[in-house]
């Protein structure tokens, strides 16, 4: 396994499992062209700060992309025509606050949760990232290869598409096959 699909799949089901068991998301997980589109741009501003952070941080560096993924998902239920036109919503939301403190405030800011919503998040995301790092660690792949960068790609892209999930789940977005 080394290709990037091959990793996405695996985080996918991964996380997938673990929120449908806490009914997070649903089974069938949305598809919002407009959120996994921006995924490139935002990947792309977001991978230096979790690359930076990883050997010290690494589930921050994959935690907080799930939090990029629900706070622009809200951005797309509250006003898509002004936040489309954010150049980069990552670096917009970092510099609300900082990368340390991207967690609080989506939380706070963005999500708007009392305490206790706001811990039980918190504790989700943690473990999302826990499993989702171990995963990472147990990979037949060598550090600072082609092939880890790959995985770690992919497993930040899909912390970022779990958190839209999520937050589109929270805000009411049920996804279902068509003929259930």
Request: glycine share 4%; with cysteine.
């Amino acid at each position: 396994m080394n290709t990037s699909s091959d990793f996405e799949r695996l985080f996918r089901d991964n996380l997938s499992t673990y929120l449908q068991g806490l009914n997070e998301v649903d089974s069938h997980l949305p598809e919002a062209p407009d959120i996994e589109t921006l995924w490139s741009r935002v990947g792309e501003s977001y991978l230096p700060d979790a690359m930076r952070e990883f050997n010290e941080f690494p589930t921050v560096a994959l935690g907080w992309a799930m939090y990029v993924g629900m706070a622009i998902a809200k951005y797309w239920d509250e006003d898509w025509e002004l936040y489309s036109k954010v150049d980069d919503l990552y670096v917009y939301l970092r510099d609300k606050i900082d990368f340390d403190h991207l967690d609080d405030y989506v939380r706070e800011r963005v999500l708007l949760l009392g305490h206790n919503d706001a811990a039980r998040l918190e504790s989700i995301v943690s473990e999302c990232a826990a499993r989702i790092y171990s995963q990472l660690r147990h990979q037949p792949v060598e550090p600072g290869t082609e092939p880890a960068f790959r995985a770690f790609v992919a497993a930040l892209h899909q912390m970022y598409l779990m958190g839209a999930a999520m937050q589109l789940k929270r805000m009411g977005y049920h996804m279902t096959r068509l003929g259930e």
